[in-house]
């Protein structure tokens, strides 16, 4: 949990560097497997997509809210924004700007930001 929280608040301060913002992103999603978006996520990065998968762990932050979305494989991705309210446990359909961040150390975080 504490490398989670630790990835999530790295994961908002690159977010916050880079100055992410959603009128760069193309106004139809992409809609993909998670596992595609993970195992491929170059074509991605910066586009609206859509994925499904189940909510892992989660934490907030300053206002903001973070989970992991786990992939059948069992590989994860994270998904930040205000207000995510995802329980462990539940499937979701996920829609947002996706991001290849910046990877620190053993530390990847790949991420998804939500409205």
């Known amino acids: 949990m504490l490398r989670f929280a630790i ?8 977010l916050s560097a880079w100055r992410c913002t959603f009128g760069s992103a193309d106004t139809t999603p992409v809609v ?12 991605h990065d910066g586009r609206l997509v859509t994925v499904r998968g189940e909510v892992l762990d989660r934490v907030s932050l ?15 991705i994270l998904v930040v924004g205000l207000g995510t309210a995802a329980q462990p446990g539940e499937v979701v359909t996920v829609t947002g700007v996706f ?13 998804i930001v939500v409205r």
């Open 7 to 14: 990835s999530l608040a790295l994961t908002m301060l690159v």
């Open 32 to 43: 993909l497997a998670l596992e595609a978006l993970i195992r491929d996520p170059g074509p």
């Open 62 to 76: 300053l206002g903001a809210g973070g989970y992991r979305l786990a992939a059948g494989s069992g590989e994860s």
């Open 99 to 111: 991001r290849i961040a910046a990877s620190f150390g053993a530390l990847q975080a790949p991420v």
